[in-house]
């Protein structure tokens, strides 16, 4: 575990489900929340890559990451495929609880999550982009790219229709 100032960092575990779910549901409509069964399948898909982070309240914040593809999107809502040669560090769901909006947390797991994925030797991060982030993205460096392959065509569909892919090279 990992601490700066008054907040913990570390991987995702299984017992941390409900907690997820919680802050899920007050960052995301209905229509993008994951159900439990896909919540568990992530933690064990990619344990070493998904991180949350505590204060002495608890869980207040989580990012899913995974090992992928450049150009591979993750669909909502379904099992993460790992890449057997990944040279991207998929970011696929980031969101901090209301209680801690502010303290930049949500920067913060982004910027722990990207280091562990150039320790890991990923070339890339990447993400959707979703709910007017494009912004916040921005800011920490990724820049949207058009261009997905051809197998996440479908997987693009399951955001809503204002979802953006963006990358961020990690090796300059």
């Keep these: ?10 991987a ?3 017992s941390d489900i409900p907690d997820i779910l919680h802050i ?10 994951e159900d439990e069964g896909i919540v568990r399948s992530r933690i064990l898909a990619a344990p070493d890559t998904s991180l949350l982070v505590l204060d002495h309240h608890g869980v207040c914040g989580y ?3 995974y090992p992928s593809l450049l150009g591979r999107v993750a669909a909502l809502n379904r099992p993460f495929v790992i890449a057997r040669k ?5 970011l696929h769901d ?8 502010g303290a930049g947390l949500g920067k913060s797991l ?4 990207t280091e562990l994925g150039k320790m890991k030797g990923f070339t890339y991060s990447s993400l959707m982009s ?7 993205w921005k800011k920490l460096g990724y820049q949207v790219r058009p261009s997905i392959d051809h197998a996440s065509t479908a997987a693009l569909h399951s955001y809503p229709d204002n979802a953006v892919y963006m990358v961020k090279p990690l090796v300059v």
Excluded: W
């Design 1 to 10: 575990m990992m601490n700066t100032n008054t907040f913990a960092y570390r």
């Design 12 to 14: 995702i575990e299984i």
């Design 24 to 33: 899920q549901a007050e960052n995301y409509p209905i229509s993008m929340q």
């Design 63 to 65: 990012l899913f990451a």
């Design 86 to 90: 990944a040279d991207t560090l998929y």
């Design 94 to 101: 980031l969101a901090i609880s209301r209680r801690v909006t």
């Design 110 to 113: 982004v910027s722990v999550a």
């Design 130 to 136: 979703v709910q007017d982030s494009l912004g916040f």
